[in-house]
């Protein structure tokens, strides 16, 4: 299975706009890009996810490399209560086995004042 | 509040024992799927259901068992409980097999 490799943690300044990167070298031709996160004393939310073109939906952005072995997620305005785990994952759906959601250690992003 | 429920919120048992997680899907959502997140192991995938079908089984036991009903509520049995069963189990479910999961706020199991 293809792997995302995602720095440990990352901080930011709330207002300003965070990208939090992602390696997928090995991404095959039918994995999407999903983004989850999760905030403290919850249960993980879906975020956004892409194939190929770059994706914006009212949460963040998702910006895909050409090549697909990389993409970054963009929170515009990163705000208190973006703090949280976000996970990168690679979901093969054309597999029953790429249905499930397989999280990696993700990146803890810390938002401060 | 993701529309999935699950009970109890926190459970407290004895090595050995045995104890059942409940999960109520989101109204409309086919797919159950259940995850264990400890502080060593991270989140992990152990089992996935769909319309009353197992789908996809990932890192789980033996000892644990799971069923979704006609009525699309699921279950994981976990028995012989072990100290290292302790962890957070969350159930999320999905209108199919690749739409966007929804997680419930999970259940805290302690195995004493």
């Known amino acids: ?113 | 509040d993701s529309g999935v429920t699950q009970t109890p919120k926190h459970l407290i048992t004895a090595t050995g024992q045995r104890v059942t997680l409940r999960c109520s899907p989101r109204s409309g959502d086919l797919s159950v799927y259940w995850y264990q997140q400890s502080l060593d192991q991270g989140l992990q995938f152990l089992i996935h259901y769909y319309n009353g079908e197992e789908r996809a089984k990932g890192n789980i036991l033996e000892r644990f068992s799971a069923q979704q009903f006609p009525d699309l509520h699921s279950e994981l049995n976990l028995s012989s409980l072990e100290l290292g069963d302790s962890a957070l189990y969350f159930c999320a479910s999905s209108l199919g097999t690749n739409n966007e999961q929804f997680f419930g706020p999970g259940t805290r199991l302690t195995v004493l």
């Open chain 1, 1 to 113: 299975d293809a792997k995302t490799t995602q720095p440990n943690s990352m901080e930011s300044n709330e207002e300003e706009p965070v990208h939090l990167p992602c390696n997928h070298s090995t991404i095959s031709g039918t994995d999407y890009i999903h983004w989850y996160r999760q905030l403290p004393s919850q249960g993980p939310e879906y975020v956004i996810h892409g194939l190929t073109s770059n994706v914006n939906n009212r949460m963040a952005s998702l910006a895909i490399a050409e090549d697909r072995k990389s993409s970054t997620l963009i929170l515009h305005r990163a705000t208190l209560r973006d703090a949280a785990v976000y996970y990168c994952i690679l979901r093969d759906i054309v597999r029953s086995s790429g249905y499930a959601l397989n999280f990696g250690k993700g990146t803890s992003l810390l938002v401060t004042p």
